[in-house]
């Protein structure tokens, strides 16, 4: 069971906009600004999409943002394109012993 | 460009331990520490602790401690992980990546560790 709670799957059309959840405590999510968004392909590493809850790494399309309230985190992906298809895990710093922790991952379809 | 390479792929028996490689180049590789995080086949990613390459520390994560060992060799730029004792529940991918400009920013390509008997 990871650390971080996010949704397995989510879907969207081409064009229309998808948001991530993910929800922690307030000994991660809730207590630092250091929660991250990462993309993944199949058998491929992570990408970095969004840091420090809001900033875009360079290169990574300005359709990415990020936002927090409280224990949870949100990934925004606006004008859904067929290479959004993927899986995005979140993470954030923790002042538990693990430092930092993962979300299980949410699956991205379009449809 | 700033690049993290990993070494080849392992097949281990139980109880047996595994050393992977990740290899620096692109940037002064005691800037920035050297994470390792794992995955599991079709599970999430899971963070294994962190090895500072300027002064040889590390810090692991609760769950791994007595059981990994994180190092480095400034003179080759190469960063280590020894995970002992292994189990099937062990078989993932491991990845290491460091934090440049963003968290975890840059990653190397993993290596698939397998454990059978």
């Known amino acids: 069971q990871s650390a971080l709670t996010q949704p397995a799957s989510v879907s969207g059309s081409p064009g229309q906009s998808i948001t991530i959840s993910c929800t922690g405590t307030s000994s991660d999510v809730g207590g630092y600004n250091s929660v991250s968004w990462y993309q993944q392909y199949p058998g491929k590493a992570p990408k970095l999409m969004i840091y420090d809850v809001n900033n875009r790494p360079s290169g990574v399309s300005n359709r990415f943002s990020g936002s927090k309230s409280g224990n949870t985190a949100s990934l925004t992906i606006s004008g859904l394109q067929a290479e959004d298809e993927a899986d995005y895990y979140c993470s954030s710093y923790t002042s538990s012993s693990t430092l930092w922790v993962f979300g299980g991952g949410t699956k991205l379809t379009l449809l | 460009q700033v690049q993290l390479v990993q070494s080849g792929a392992e097949v281990k028996k139980p109880g047996a331990s595994v050393k992977v490689s990740c290899k620096a180049s692109?940037?002064?590789?005691?800037?920035?520490?050297i994470h390792w995080v794992r995955q599991a086949p079709g599970q999430g990613l899971e963070w294994m602790g962190w090895?500072?390459?300027?002064?040889?520390?590390?810090k692991y994560a609760q769950k791994f401690q007595g059981w990994v060992t994180m190092t480095r060799d400034t003179s080759i730029s190469t960063a280590y992980m020894e995970l002992s004792r292994l189990r099937s529940d062990d078989t993932a991918v491991y990845y290491c990546?460091?934090?440049?400009?963003?968290?975890?920013?840059?990653w190397g390509q993993g290596t698939m560790v397998s454990v059978s008997s």
């Open positions: 692109g940037y002064t590789f005691t800037d920035y520490y």
């Open positions: 990546a460091i934090a440049v400009a963003g968290t975890f920013d840059v």
């Open positions: 090895s500072n390459p300027n002064s040889g520390g590390s």
